[in-house]
């Protein structure tokens, strides 16, 4: 079956840092989100992007966050400068056709702490 | 505000039991739910989707229902075995897909 990929799968950053968390959806899925998984808490909606251009963003995607398609494959994950806060699992999906009734298929993750 | 919410932090059961996971949403009424599995370090792995007119849905051991009217879902994995061990996220989808915290499922031999 095909695969979302995510790289690195860990992370680790300073404070103030940018990182940068890439992705690469499956190759005919149009729509592409990030979630993120604080530890032992619940998996948390940030954005999704279709057609180059973010169609929803939850109130934790602020201004430190950005998306990007920079090419045909990848899908990035962008925050500007670190906080302690941002300690999480990201998790990159994807969907065909972006539909309600349609599954999503998740990466494995790219665990990203921040000291 | 819209919730979808899963009641059982933790359920542990013994291998062969059925194991029952409650899903319960609140102020909405989904056209689908949704039923991801989980395992630790990794991204949720979608099982099941039910829609509001169908009271049931299966795929071989496991099955979901869902009523309106109580505004609940239940998932259902029968002669469970120690492999069923995971985090099982219900998941609600409005203009995005948004999980519940997950119920975490321990089958021992």
């Known amino acids: 079956e095909p695969e979302v990929t995510q790289t690195p799968s860990h992370q680790v950053t300073q404070m103030g840092q940018e990182v940068i968390l890439r992705c690469v959806p499956i190759?005919?899925?149009?729509?592409f989100y990030w979630y993120r998984q604080i530890l032992g808490q619940k998996v948390e909606f940030l954005v999704s992007?279709?057609?180059?251009?973010?169609?929803?963003k939850s109130e934790i995607f602020d201004d430190q966050f950005s998306v990007e398609r920079p090419d045909g494959s990848n899908f990035t994950l962008k925050i500007r400068s670190t906080k302690l806060e941002d300690s999480a699992m990201y998790f990159c999906?994807?969907?065909?056709?972006?539909?309600?009734?349609?599954?999503?298929?998740f990466g494995s993750g790219t665990q990203l702490s921040v000291l | 505000s819209q919730k979808i919410e899963q009641n059982s932090e933790a359920l542990n059961i013994q291998e062969g039991k059925t194991a029952t996971l409650t899903c319960n949403y609140t102020n909405y009424s989904p056209a689908y739910l949704q039923w991801y599995r989980q395992d630790p370090g990794r991204g949720p792995v979608f099982l099941l989707l039910?829609?509001?007119?169908?009271k049931e849905k299966r795929k071989e051991r496991l099955k979901v229902t869902f009523d309106t009217t109580l505004k609940q879902s239940l998932f259902h994995i029968t002669a469970s075995q120690p492999a069923d061990s995971a985090t099982y996220l219900c998941?609600?989808?409005?203009?995005?897909?948004?999980f519940g915290t997950g119920t975490r499922l321990q089958v021992f031999p």
């Open positions: 998941a609600r989808v409005t203009d995005k897909l948004i």
């Open positions: 190759s005919n899925h149009l729509y």
């Open positions: 039910i829609r509001e007119n169908e």
């Open positions: 999906a994807s969907s065909e056709e972006g539909r309600d009734n349609e599954k999503l298929f």
């Open positions: 992007f279709y057609n180059n251009e973010i169609s929803e």
